[in-house]
């Protein structure tokens, strides 16, 4: 049973910085993309940026590109999502999500990812 549980959310000022964690447990990490979305209030759950099962590949909607970091770490069953230069927007409950274990292809469409995590929220004040 795969199960993934998310930390390190709070409260920050706007152009501060976070890292949020992601710890894995189950089948085989390595196996499985990884990604992070998010959904504000009000708002559909959108696609923030996603790792590949070996690390080797990242990509990030543009609205994050150049603020945020994702990484993993395969042999702690981890990853991370720094995020830097913080705004109001960016203000939403954070989810990371693997997807089949079986995909070498990192996606962005939530559909693909089977597996969740319960979220962490994040609020940027300004």
């Known amino acids: 049973q795969v199960q993934l549980v998310e930390s390190g959310g709070g409260l920050v000022q706007a152009a501060g910085s976070l890292t949020l964690s992601c710890v894995f447990s189950?089948?085989?990490?390595?196996?499985?993309?990884v990604a992070w979305f998010r959904q504000a209030p009000g708002k559909e759950r959108e696609f923030v940026g996603g790792?590949?099962?070996?690390?080797?590949?990242?990509f990030y909607t543009d609205s994050v590109r150049g603020r945020c970091t994702i990484s993993r770490d395969n042999a702690k069953n981890t990853v991370s999502l720094q995020m830097n230069s913080l705004r109001p927007e960016d203000t939403a409950v954070y989810y990371c999500?693997?997807?089949?274990?079986?995909?070498?292809?990192?996606?962005?469409?939530?559909?693909?990812?089977?597996?969740w995590g319960q979220g962490t929220q994040v609020t940027v004040s300004s």
């Open positions: 790792i590949s099962r070996t690390g080797r590949s990242t």
């Open positions: 189950g089948r085989a990490f390595s196996l499985y993309n």
């Open positions: 999500a693997a997807d089949s274990g079986t995909s070498s292809t990192l996606r962005s469409d939530s559909k693909e990812y089977l597996y």
